[in-house]
């Protein structure tokens, strides 16, 4: 390209004001251009900055917010720690309270029977029912022990229930053998001497003493041998009910 | 103007505004490299701040979860009693032990015995004051058995009271009674029908407590611990092995409610 010659016409009047207003231009549009990019960084730097200081802020927090949770951790495993010994150290103390309880029932239901015995006292038609020195419950008897039956051994000063039967059994009852085979009739309740002489609430005792309550039938009681006393119902219900197997019994007069 | 001129003036206009062209540019040129400088930084802060926001959140929400634990736990020993009224009724129910042993000592010694708590279905083998081990054990279910044809009647009850182990024995044949068969409402056999006996029913041993009650094993061991027996009482197969083992014939058996 040759610029003197390019100078020339564009030197030429018509073209100069042309090619004044198009470098002006130019330098504008670069102007403008400048400002909006310019403002624009800028603008994009505050944010920057801001945006770095909120990180700075938010980094600290993140650290003292792991601190902390470390912290915490540590806490969570000692406390655990701990936690798994007082738990033992308590369980211990709860067992062992359970266990005093336990062996405090036993020892005290220990005590209670072999503690317990039937006195009864023929002057005055009473029978107690005594732990210790103490008549917990005392009751009247129909009469002092009394001989049924033929019974002729009278009952010893200190004996001690044997056996108790709720309802009394009728005999045993026999089987026979006919024609090579055994055969019997089960004990029936209403015809058997024993069941209507003691009727209900039963104790049998070493001796010849029998306590129990009213015959079911007056004759068969007469004809069964053994001593009474001559008990009413409720209270042979009572007397069955507190009396323990092994309670003693003793007769008392002057 | 001359034309020598005029070309000289035109040169150094075109070379000012070059000039002033390549500072504009060059300014431009600066401050777009800031630009995209400024916004590579601010992407950067931008995705640092939501990684460490992210991280923040994790680290609060791990930080909660240990703190509702913390609380969980700490909350735990509070089922078991803490306050010393507790120690204090443990320790009046020990002196009370103590007394209750003073006076039993002349009473029971250090002998073996059993001792059966028929309300909590529990047997003890103890020595004097020693618990040597305890059991689950089932003892009488309770209730009332009625035979319409004879009119007898049976109650399923444990007695309670002291007993002594009469006798013992191994592999025993059950002598059935009448109201097992009531129970099944099968004729009566005469009672020295050699069908009554029956094998295997009373477990491997069994040890005699008298008047009809035995000590003696099951072929239900689930519900040892309840009351399901007619009266005995019943204990599981190596319980029972134990027991026929360790106590002697003469032991004494204490029952109570």
């Not at chain 1, 039963?202 to 009213?214: A, C, D, E, R, W």
């Not at chain 2, 020598?4 to 000039?19: E, I, M, P, Q, T």
């Not at chain 2, 504009?24 to 800031?34: I, N, P």
């Not at chain 2, 009724?89 to 250090?110: D, F, M, N, P, Y």
Request: charged share 25%; aromatic share 8%.
């Amino acid at each position: 390209m040759n610029i003197d010659k390019t100078l020339e016409r564009c030197a030429r009047p018509a073209r100069a004001a042309w090619v004044a207003a198009a470098g002006l231009g130019v330098i504008l549009a670069l102007q403008t251009a400048i400002v909006w990019v310019r403002a624009r960084a800028e603008r994009r730097l505050a944010d920057a900055a801001s945006a770095e200081e909120a990180l700075d802020d938010a980094s600290m927090a993140l650290s003292e917010n792991a601190s902390l949770l470390d912290l915490r951790a540590k806490d969570l495993s000692r406390f655990k720690n701990d936690l798994s010994k007082l738990t033992r150290s308590r369980r211990a103390l709860y067992e062992g309270g359970l266990q005093i309880q336990e062996e405090f029932r036993l020892l005290q239901k220990q005590w209670e029977i072999m503690t317990t015995y039937l006195l009864i006292d023929e002057d005055a038609r009473k029978i107690s029912l005594m732990r210790g020195e103490q008549a917990l419950e005392t009751y009247a008897i129909g009469y002092p022990p009394e001989a049924f039956g033929g019974e002729t051994k009278p009952p010893p000063p200190l004996s001690a229930i044997v056996s108790k039967e709720r309802f009394a059994h009728p005999e045993r009852g026999k089987s026979e053998t006919v024609d090579g085979q055994l055969q019997w009739e089960p004990p029936q309740v209403g015809t058997s001497v024993r069941a209507n002489a003691l009727g209900e609430f039963v104790m049998f005792t070493k001796g010849s003493l029998v306590i129990h309550g009213p015959a079911k039938k007056t004759a068969e009681h007469l004809a069964f041998p053994h001593y009474c006393i001559g008990l009413s119902l409720s209270v042979a219900r009572r007397l069955y009910q507190l009396s323990y197997m092994g309670t003693k019994i003793k007769i008392v007069k002057k | 103007m001359e034309p020598a001129l005029l070309k000289r003036a035109y040169s150094l206009l075109l070379l000012v505004w070059l000039g002033v062209f390549a500072w504009k540019a060059g300014e431009l040129t600066v401050w777009t490299t800031r630009l995209v400088r400024a916004t590579e930084s601010l992407d950067g802060s931008a995705a640092a701040l939501d990684r460490t926001a992210r991280d923040n959140a994790a680290v609060v929400k791990a930080a909660k979860a240990d703190s509702a634990e913390l609380e969980f736990l700490q909350g735990l020993p509070n089922l078991l009693p803490q306050d010393k009224g507790y120690l204090r009724t443990q320790k009046a129910i020990s002196e009370e032990v103590q007394a209750l042993r003073h006076k039993l000592a002349g009473r029971l010694g250090g002998a073996l015995h059993i001792v059966i708590d028929a309300k909590a279905n529990k047997l003890y083998l103890k020595k004097g004051f020693k618990l040597l081990w305890s059991a689950d054990c089932s003892v009488g279910r309770g209730g009332l058995l009625v035979d319409k044809r004879t009119g007898q009647r049976w109650q399923f009850v444990t007695p309670r009271g002291e007993f002594r182990v009469l006798s013992k024995a191994e592999s025993p044949l059950w002598r059935k009674p009448d109201w097992a068969y009531v129970e099944e409402k099968q004729p009566i056999p005469p009672p020295d029908d050699p069908a009554r006996l029956v094998q295997g029913e009373l477990g491997a041993y069994l040890l005699n407590l008298g008047d009809g009650y035995l000590i003696h094993g099951t072929k239900n061991e689930a519900v040892l611990g309840h009351p399901a027996s007619h009266g005995c009482v019943r204990l599981g197969a190596d319980d029972l092995k134990k027991l026929y083992e360790t106590v002697p014939v003469g032991t004494r058996v204490f029952i109570f409610y």
